[in-house]
C-alpha cells in the first residue's frame, strides 16, 4: 500500500486528507485520494519512469 501526504498539481500543492482505493495494471499503481479542497483524484505512480501524475479529476462540488 502506497500513502500520499500531498502532491503538486499545476503550481498548486494539494493535502490529502483521504486515501481511497488502489489498485495496480500496465501502466503502474493507481491510487484515489480525496483533498482537504474536497477535490478527488486518481494519481498514478507510472511503472516506466517511476513519476507521479494525474489521471482524473472530479472537483470539488459546491454546495448551495
Known amino acids: 500500500q502506497l500513502s500520499v501526504q500531498s502532491f503538486t498539481w ?13 489498485w495496480a495494471d500496465e501502466a503502474g499503481r493507481h491510487l484515489l485520494v480525496e483533498t ?9 505512480l507510472r511503472r516506466r519512469d517511476l513519476r507521479w501524475s494525474v489521471q482524473r479529476v472530479w472537483p ?3 454546495v448551495a
Not at 36 to 44: D, W
Open 36 to 44: 482537504a479542497g474536497g477535490g478527488r483524484f486518481e494519481l498514478l
Open 10 to 22: 499545476r503550481e498548486q500543492q494539494y493535502p490529502v486528507i483521504t486515501m481511497g482505493r488502489q
Open 60 to 62: 470539488a462540488q459546491m
